[in-house]
């Protein structure tokens, strides 16, 4: 009777993350479909660069920046929560629940829905309605110029071996940037779209830009 031996399986399973190839796909089509169809077959330049009197479809193409921004962000900063609270985890459907990339696709989903909901009664609260048209145009140019970059760190986060660490820290430095760097384009942007009162500019930079970022802190990493 042969002896017993103990195997030990030096395979290394590498980890699967062709769910991040497939979004990132869906996220260049959905930015192809815009620039072919609903900007009608414009350039990148042309884009970046029209005037507002001189846009068309400025709402699809508004929702489609948004959504690209929303999966790109999720898939980046999906990795980096502890833990999916239990009270997410226990909600099941058809036998299913959220991973963390779903928990934080949802949270990023209600932040910018429930922050563009308050952007707008802003808005209309203070008689500037008009502006808020221009603001979601000029907004779009700065979120597509962003979710380059996203799509880039999340190839490099999950396709490049990486202290996901240490690149912690970066990544908070680069978004505190951004997010630095958003405020003066909002304030000093070409096409005014802020409040003319400099006390409406500071009540919604405090109230829907800081204070919202806050929460979702908050709500994705306590």
């Given at each position: 009777?042969?002896?017993?031996?103990?195997?030990?399986?030096?395979?290394?399973?590498?980890?699967?993350n062709d769910w991040v190839i497939?979004?990132?796909?869906?996220?260049?089509?959905?930015?192809?479909?815009?620039?072919?169809?609903?900007?009608?077959?414009?350039?990148?330049?042309?884009?970046?660069?029209?005037?507002?009197?001189?846009?068309?479809?400025?709402?699809?193409?508004?929702?489609?920046?948004?959504?690209?921004?929303?999966?790109?962000?999720?898939?980046?900063?999906?990795?980096?929560?502890?833990?999916?609270?239990?009270?997410?985890?226990?909600?099941?459907?058809?036998?299913?629940?959220?991973?963390?990339?779903?928990?934080?696709?949802?949270?990023?989903?209600?932040?910018?829905?429930?922050?563009?909901?308050?952007?707008?009664?802003?808005?209309?609260?203070?008689?500037?309605?008009?502006?808020?048209?221009?603001?979601?145009?000029?907004?779009?140019?700065?979120?597509?110029?962003?979710?380059?970059?996203?799509?880039?760190?999340?190839?490099?986060?999950?396709?490049?071996?990486?202290?996901?660490?240490?690149?912690?820290?970066?990544?908070?430095?680069?978004?505190?940037?951004?997010?630095?760097?958003?405020?003066?384009?909002?304030?000093?942007?070409?096409?005014?779209?802020?409040?003319?009162?400099?006390?409406?500019?500071?009540?919604?930079?405090?109230?829907?830009?800081?204070?919202?970022?806050?929460?979702?802190?908050?709500?994705?990493?306590?």
């Amino acid at each position: 009777m042969p002896l017993s031996q103990t195997f030990i399986n030096h395979v290394r399973i590498p980890e699967n993350n062709d769910w991040v190839i497939f979004i990132l796909l869906g996220c260049i089509f959905l930015y192809l479909f815009m620039m072919n169809v609903v900007e009608r077959e414009a350039n990148l330049k042309d884009f970046l660069l029209q005037k507002y009197f001189d846009a068309s479809n400025n709402l699809p193409s508004w929702v489609i920046t948004s959504c690209v921004i929303t999966l790109t962000l999720s898939v980046l900063i999906s990795q980096y929560i502890p833990v999916v609270p239990k009270y997410v985890a226990d909600l099941q459907v058809l036998g299913y629940q959220l991973n963390k990339f779903g928990f934080c696709l949802i949270a990023v989903i209600l932040f910018y829905a429930v922050k563009s909901t308050l952007g707008f009664l802003f808005f209309q609260s203070i008689g500037d309605g008009k502006k808020w048209t221009v603001f979601y145009f000029t907004s779009t140019k700065f979120y597509f110029i962003l979710s380059f970059l996203l799509i880039i760190l999340c190839v490099t986060h999950y396709y490049f071996p990486i202290d996901r660490n240490k690149m912690f820290l970066y990544y908070i430095f680069f978004f505190s940037f951004v997010f630095i760097f958003k405020v003066f384009f909002y304030l000093f942007h070409k096409n005014d779209i802020l409040p003319e009162k400099w006390y409406y500019k500071f009540l919604y930079i405090c109230t829907l830009q800081i204070a919202p970022v806050l929460l979702l802190w908050k709500l994705l990493f306590f």
